[in-house]
C-alpha cells in the first residue's frame, strides 16, 4: 500500500524535461568553470563561502562535485513533485549568477 501512495504522474510534461536537461548542463557548466576558475585564480576566488569552505575542507574536486549532486538531486526531487517552472526559474538563475559571471571573469 506504501507505494500506491507515491504515484508519479504518467504524464510527461517535455517543458519540465527540457527544463531539467538545461539545468544539468548549467550545473556541468558551473562545476567545469568553477574548477578553471579555482585552477587559474585560487580558492579565493569562489563566491559562494559554504562552497569556499568545503574547497579549503575538503578539496576542490569533491567540493565541486557535491555541490553539483546536492543541486542535481534537488531538481530531480522538483521535477518528480511536476515543479518545472521552479526548476526553470533556478536554472534562469544559476546561468545568471553563476555560468554567466565565471564566463565574465575567465574571458573577459
Known sequence: MAAAAFRL???RSVFGDVVLVVFLLAQ???????????ATFGATIEANPIVAWY???????VA???????????????HVRAMHRTVGV????????AVWPWTLVLWP
Open 28 to 38: 556541468l557548466a558551473d562545476g567545469l568553470l568553477t574548477s578553471l576558475g579555482l
Open 55 to 61: 574547497i579549503l575542507t575538503i578539496g576542490a574536486g
Open 90 to 97: 533556478l536554472t534562469i538563475l544559476y546561468l545568471a549568477g
Open 9 to 11: 504522474d504518467p504524464r
Open 64 to 78: 565541486i562535485v557535491g555541490a553539483k549532486l546536492v543541486a542535481v538531486g534537488c531538481a530531480l526531487a522538483l
